[in-house]
């Protein structure tokens, strides 16, 4: 059971990148799947949220707009698709997944505390 992240890198500010999540071992049926992220000397926190409860989607207010999450199903892969970014958002992103029941039910899209499996996470870098 393993989630493994790609698609990191340097960009300008005002560029674009596509994180993605693959799974091996398990598929992303009946999961809440999440991106986080932790910049230097910061906590990890939530940016963004798909539920295969009720496939409803979450987004921290700080990327609202920005950032579009989805889920490829033939290839067991989760994507977040990240535009117009900022410096701001320079961090190591991961991904993970949870009980999409439990995590619906106490509103904790966004909260790293009910999440299970964790990736290794890949390193986003946005210069001014």
């Known amino acids: 059971v393993q989630l493994v992240e790609s698609g990191g890198g340097l960009v300008q500010s005002g560029g674009s990148l596509r994180l993605s999540c693959a799974a091996s071992?398990?598929?992303?049926?009946?999961?809440?799947i999440a991106w986080f992220r932790q910049a230097p000397g910061k906590e990890r926190e939530g940016v963004s949220c798909?539920?295969?409860?009720?496939?409803?989607?979450h987004y921290a207010d700080s990327v609202k707009g920005r950032f579009t999450i989805s889920l490829e199903v033939a290839k067991n892969t989760v994507y977040l698709q990240m535009n117009n970014l900022e410096p701001e958002d320079t961090a190591i992103y991961y991904c993970?997944?949870?009980?999409?029941?439990?995590?619906?039910?106490?509103?904790?899209?966004?909260?790293?505390?009910?999440?299970?499996?964790w990736g290794q996470g890949t390193q986003v870098t946005v210069s001014s």
């Open positions: 993970a997944v949870g009980d999409p029941w439990t995590i619906g039910i106490m509103n904790t899209y966004l909260d790293q505390g009910d999440y299970d499996i």
């Open positions: 798909l539920s295969q409860r009720d496939d409803s989607t």
């Open positions: 071992g398990f598929t992303f049926d009946d999961y809440a």
